[in-house]
Every structure is written in structure tokens, then in C-alpha cells.
């Protein structure tokens, strides 16, 4: 970064932009910055056609078959949320993992303390993975939908999806995958996964502002609306439009950050997603083999990163993570995440529940000078006689 | 303007623990940080240091607590990291290992400033 700050915090958002994305987005937004769909004037119609486009553009980048089903919404959280109040009613269930982000475990506990549903988590190995045989084995008659992580936000494991979308489809259920961590990084298939929807962020490896992200609908699942408003279409009837992309959209929509997401998308499919994961992933791998021989420090779930996206967690012995975290960013000028990073049941896999731990995740800007002073930096204060 | 909320009221998800400290009763959260800076005092500190192992607090213990006091109730929030850092001239790997518990459970808790809101 211009001010030397080492940012290893890509997994919260990617930072910084790239220039092309941010310079593009300030330009189309100069130019169309109007109230997208909602008047006959030129300037509407070309802003209105820009959101078209950008769907036209999403649906082909998640594989998906319908471009009229990307919705937008705030982030993956909002996308989630948009999906479970419109998919679950009172008496159904639901089938996550032990690595939901509280995007998913908020929600679906909110619904099941008020007694409108039931859950069930298959749980993570000692690896960070599922088996896709714990989700098959925890589906009921009465389950609404199965929603996975793709990649765990704090292990960085990537999910055996097909397969779990091929155990949702043998047994009729909806699967829903959390791409927060993934889009951008690696492939997401829709069709070929049997993916009923999928939830994005714009911020992180699409390289997008913030405020902005979407569900992905298949034309077979049935999402009722559960916020309404206007759309710019149909504006005698009370009732909410029921034709997609407007069923689940109210109220204008953040044209600002849709013209920055597909830049986003744009820069994404110039570079390249295997270039974009293999450099982040040597980076990794150089983080890892690097602390590996240090010795007080306890990395979690990286023993193999065959099917990881570049997270990296871990714990220095005798010291509180969030003090490690404060000597980074102070002493050493490098940003990473410290706490419970909003996924409490993955720390409670890991047996790092009560303390949190340290997640550095490297980005397709960070190079290997920057690891070599994470290392560095690490290995300075790490093995030296702690308090506690 | 109506009275703000006490931190037991804003955050009951800390849990609240009674005692007796330097001959007063004193709430502190679970992990054993005030609840109300104002209610700290420096025999407290003392008392807080010991049952963290240490004989006493020296000089430079004194300096660090005095700074997060000090910048808490001018700035009205804790200082950041490179704030903590300038203000006591201190790098915080040193920080880290004059407290027992270190930066956050040792110095912050010691100088009676509220439990930090992280992503826990």
C-alpha cells in the first residue's frame, strides 16, 4: 500500500482496489449517474441498461442460467438473509456446517428462537473440512434448504460443493452457497454444482466498493419477497412485483456500487481466477513453510493448503492474539484480523473459542517481500519469555 | 439530555461481577475490567497488580497507565495502537511484556478502561 502499511487482511475486504476498478466505477458513475430503471429519459435507460448488463455479466461469471434471477443486495449477509426470509416457514428445517459465518448462524438461530425452525450443523474434521456425508445424513422430510460456506472465512478450507450439490439434489433440497470467501478467487458453477442460489459480496476478491453484493437465483426455486417498495414498474398495483430481479429488490438501487462491482468483475476475468488463486496461494504457501520451523506458534488447519483460498489463522504461544494483532499494525505496520472474525463455531472446532486467534490473509496486490516481513515480524517477538 | 445508558445496560452480554476493591465495592465485567473508568483509583491498581503476580508497579507501569487514563477521558475512547505507542514512547512489544496479561487484559484492564469492543 502507498502509506507501507503491509495489508494482510484480504478476507475482511480486499485493499487496496485496483486503480483501473475505482477510476472506471468514478467514470461510468460521472457519466450515469441517475436513478437506474426509473424514468424514460435517455440518461435512465443507459444507467438502467449498465444494471442489465452487470447482471448479464454476474450470471455468466457464477455459471448461473437466468440473468434476470442476480439480485442485488448489501453484501452476502443481506443476500442470506433476503434467501432465508424467503424461503423458510414455520415447521421447516435446515441443514448448515460448523463453518457458517454468523451471516448464516445469526439468522437461522434468530428463526429458530422464535420457534419458527430447526437446524442442524454437520461438523467440520480436524482438517477444516465436511463430509458431505454428515450434511446427506442430517436431512429431514421437512428440510427447506441446505446452505454451505464455500470457504471458511477463518481456516480457509474450501468445501467439497459438487458433492454436496449432488446429495441436495438426490434428496430435493435447495442448496444455498456462501461465496464470500471464494468469488473471485476460484470458480463457482451453479449449473454443474446443482447450486439453487448463491450469495456474494462485492468487497473482497471481486474487487468492488463496499455496499454491494447479490443473490444468484435458479429459475427452480420459488423466493418470495420479503421487503417491498417500488421498482419503477407496475406502480398501480400495491402489490410488490412478483417478476424477478424486482421481487426481492425495493427501492432504488446502488448504481454506485453495481458500476463497481462489474468493474470489479471486469479486472477479475482480465487477470485471470487460476493466476489471481495461484499467486495469493504461493504467498500462502511461503507464509506457511516460513513459520512452520519458528516453533510458539500454533497454526490451525494448514498442515496440506490443497483446497484452501489464502487464510491463514493461527495463535502465538503465551500471548493474547489481539496483543499480537496491536504489535503488528504498531511496531511493524501490518494489518491482520484478530478475534472471533464473526464465525464463533470454527474457533470452537479449533479450541480457540475463549481466546480468538490471528487470521492473515494475503491478496492479490501483497508480495513476497510483504510475507517475508509477516514472518520477520513473528519470528521477533514470538519466541521471547510472555507474561501469560 | 437524558442520562446515557450505563455499560451494564449497553452491553448486559458482559456479565457483571461485585467486589470489594481498596475498600470499595466496584462492578466489574467478567473478565475483569471496570465498568466505569471513573471508578478506578490508583490503590486499586496497586492491589490489581499483585493478584497478576507482580511485587508492584514501577515507574514505567505508572507512566502506561496514567497515558491510557489520560487519553481516555480527554478523547473519550482508548487510544489506537500507534496513539499508545507515540504517547508512551514505548514500542508495544515492550508494552506487551511489562503487564502480566499484556496490552489489553494486563495494561488497559489495570488502568480501569472498559473492555474493548472486538469482534469476540
Redesign the interface.
Same mark, same amino acid.
Request: hydrophobic share 30%; proline share 4%.
Given at each position: 500500500m502507498t502509506d507501507g502499511l503491509i495489508y494482510l487482511d484480504n478476507a475482511a475486504t480486499s485493499c487496496p482496489k485496483p486503480p483501473a476498478v475505482l477510476e472506471q466505477m468514478l467514470q461510468r458513475y460521472r457519466e450515469l449517474g441517475v436513478s437506474p430503471g426509473r424514468g424514460s429519459y435517455d440518461r435512465a435507460l443507459q444507467a438502467g441498461d449498465a444494471v442489465e448488463r452487470a447482471r448479464e455479466q454476474l450470471a455468466r461469471f457464477f455459471g448461473a442460467p437466468d440473468p434476470t434471477r442476480v439480485v442485488f443486495a448489501a453484501n452476502a449477509t443481506d443476500a442470506l438473509n433476503l434467501a432465508f426470509h424467503g424461503l423458510l416457514r414455520p415447521g421447516d428445517h435446515v441443514v448448515a456446517t460448523q463453518l457458517e459465518h454468523n451471516s448464516v448462524l445469526r439468522p437461522l438461530h434468530t428463526f429458530r428462537e422464535r420457534g419458527w425452525i430447526k437446524y442442524d450443523l454437520a461438523p467440520c474434521d480436524g482438517h477444516g473440512f465436511i463430509d458431505p456425508d454428515d450434511i446427506a445424513r442430517r436431512i429431514q422430510p421437512n428440510t427447506r434448504l441446505v446452505v454451505v460456506s464455500h470457504a471458511s472465512n477463518v481456516l480457509g478450507t474450501i468445501q467439497p460443493i459438487s458433492v454436496i450439490g449432488r446429495i441436495c439434489t438426490e434428496h430435493g433440497v435447495p442448496l444455498i452457497l456462501d461465496t464470500a470467501q471464494s468469488a473471485g478467487t476460484i470458480p463457482v458453477d451453479m449449473v454443474d454444482w446443482h447450486l439453487s442460489a448463491v450469495a456474494f459480496t462485492g468487497h473482497k476478491a471481486l474487487f468492488g466498493p463496499t455496499g454491494i453484493g447479490g443473490l444468484v437465483v435458479h429459475p427452480d426455486l420459488d423466493i418470495q419477497a420479503s421487503r417491498f417498495g417500488g421498482t419503477g414498474i407496475d406502480s398501480r398495483n400495491l402489490m410488490h412485483t412478483p417478476t424477478f430481479p424486482h421481487r426481492l429488490e425495493a427501492g432504488t438501487l446502488n448504481l454506485l456500487g453495481i458500476l463497481g462491482l462489474s468493474a470489479g468483475v471486469e479486472y477479475v476475468l482480465e487477470q485471470g481466477l487460476e493466476t489471481i488463486h495461484a499467486h495469493e496461494m504461493r504467498l500462502m504457501q511461503r507464509f506457511r513453510d516460513g513459520l512452520a520451523p519458528l516453533g510458539h506458534i500454533e497454526m490451525y488447519c494448514a498442515e496440506s493448503l490443497a483446497d484452501h483460498v489464502a487464510v491463514l489463522t493461527l495463535n502465538v504461544n503465551g500471548?493474547?492474539p489481539?496483543?499480537v494483532g =496491536?504489535?503488528l499494525? =504498531?511496531?511493524f505496520d501490518i494489518a491482520a484480523?484478530? +478475534?472471533?472474525?464473526?464465525a464463533p463455531l470454527t474457533h470452537q472446532a479449533v479450541g480457540t473459542y475463549n481466546r +480468538?486467534a490471528v487470521r492473515f490473509s494475503p491478496g492479490y496486490f501483497n508480495t513476497t517481500d510483504d510475507i517475508d516481513r509477516a514472518i520477520e515480524a513473528l519470528a521477533?517477538?514470538s519466541a521471547?519469555?510472555?507474561?501469560? | 439530555m437524558p442520562d446515557e445508558p450505563s455499560r451494564a445496560a449497553q452491553y448486559p452480554e458482559l456479565g457483571r461481577v461485585t467486589r470489594v476493591l481498596a475498600g470499595r465495592e466496584v462492578l466489574f465485567d467478567q473478565e475483569g475490567f471496570f465498568w466505569e473508568a471513573k471508578d478506578w483509583t490508583e490503590d486499586m491498581a496497586t492491589i490489581l497488580i499483585r493478584e497478576s503476580g507482580l511485587a508492584d508497579l514501577t515507574e514505567i507501569h505508572w507512566k502506561v497507565l496514567r497515558f491510557f487514563r489520560e487519553y481516555y477521558f480527554y478523547h473519550g475512547r482508548a487510544p489506537m495502537n500507534r496513539h499508545l505507542k507515540d504517547g508512551t514512547k514505548l514500542s508495544l512489544q515492550v508494552l506487551e511484556s511489562l503487564f502480566p496479561g499484556g496490552i489489553r487484559l494486563g495494561a488497559r484492564r489495570l488502568a480501569g478502561l472498559p473492555n474493548p469492543k472486538s469482534c469476540f
Open positions: 500471548m493474547n489481539e496483543d =496491536a504489535i499494525d =504498531a511496531d484480523r484478530v +478475534g472471533l472474525h464473526c +480468538g521477533s517477538f521471547r519469555p510472555h507474561h501469560t | -
